[in-house]
């Protein structure tokens, strides 16, 4: 459910009363919080089809929407590890998560990164990357959530193989892509015109690029930001990877917010977020918007369905 004071909850609710019968949904939350939810977004409960699993975690005498506390970040918290143990137990085949404050998580007490750290973590996986997607464009970023003074020295070869093989792999796999196109950004303006605005592109980036296509990988680049993630949308490459968070994320909200989710490559199951944050300025009124959440829902049912053909057939084939 995400954030409880944030508006996911709202979005969760009328994406759910959207999508009926696209899949047996489980809702992991609050159930008084979700009632509220659902009411203002004048949306049904969750009913035929859908399963509550009701961790009752949050006090409704002084609750309200848009004003978040500690309390909630812990609530999100433990939404999130009910999700993991369902997924263990494989009662549930793919995750979509709301969004939470990394803030009021951190203020409860628990070091938290952000989900993809820390779904990674608890499925002890190392090899991972956050794909950012909308109908016009699937970019895979090679560094994630720090700050931008820290992105040049994050930006290693290992780093920069695993995002561009992830992003080689899971298109084919999740998206059907049998042959994926794959376009690279420069880190520096005009990926440093040959290194005369920088040396990443010239002495990690291009050699790497180099490595990869004589594997077989059809990947060009590097190139100026703009033109690579233009060029993406218009059709030319499959995927885009982008050096850091905001070089991406620009990208997909100005292009289309509105179909945005947040993918998860190398995990064992499917996982999907909403590309918008919890939104703790416009909770509980009609400005609540579903349309990501309820894009991170379709794409989550879409991929986690070819996800169990793909691990289908390699299970004949052993």
């Avoid at 002084?62 to 993991?84: Q, T, V, W």
């Avoid at 950004?185 to 980036?205: F, K, Q, T, Y």
């Avoid at 998860?264 to 609540?288: C, E, N």
């Amino acid at each position: 459910m995400g954030d409880p004071a944030s508006a996911s909850p709202q979005a969760l609710a009328a994406s759910l009363s959207r999508l009926a019968g696209l899949a047996r949904f489980v809702v992991i939350g609050d159930a008084g919080v979700y009632r509220k939810a659902a009411r203002i977004a004048k949306a049904s409960t969750c009913g035929a089809g859908c399963d509550f699993l009701d961790l009752k975690n949050v006090p409704l005498s002084k609750f309200s929407f848009g004003r978040p506390k500690a309390a909630y970040g812990r609530a999100s918290l433990e939404y999130i590890d009910a999700a993991l143990g369902l997924l263990r137990e494989r009662r549930i085949d793919c995750l979509v998560t709301g969004p939470v404050s990394k803030e009021h998580v951190n203020a409860a007490g628990v070091h938290f990164t952000g989900h993809t750290e820390y779904i990674a973590a608890a499925f002890k996986t190392a090899d991972y990357a956050m794909m950012l997607l909308n109908n016009k464009l699937k970019v895979t970023l090679a560094t994630r959530h720090i700050a931008l003074e820290k992105v040049s020295r994050a930006l290693n070869a290992k780093a920069f193989r695993s995002a561009a093989a992830l992003t080689h792999k899971w298109l084919k796999v999740l998206f059907a892509l049998r042959s994926p196109r794959i376009v690279v950004c420069g880190l520096n303006p005009h990926a440093s015109d040959n290194g005369l605005i920088g040396n990443n592109e010239n002495i990690l980036i291009k050699p790497l690029i180099r490595s990869l296509r004589a594997r077989g990988v059809r990947i060009e680049g590097p190139i100026s930001a703009e033109a690579a993630l233009l060029k993406t949308a218009e059709g030319a490459y499959d995927a885009a990877i982008a050096m850091y968070h905001d070089q991406a994320m620009v990208a997909l909200k100005l292009s289309d917010a509105s179909s945005g989710v947040n993918l998860t490559l190398g995990l064992p199951f499917v996982r999907t977020s909403p590309l918008h944050g919890t939104a703790f300025d416009i909770a509980g009124t009609q400005k609540v918007s579903p349309a990501s959440f309820t894009a991170a829902i379709k794409t989550a049912a879409a991929c986690s369905l070819r996800y169990a053909r793909y691990r289908s057939s390699h299970a004949r084939r052993s």
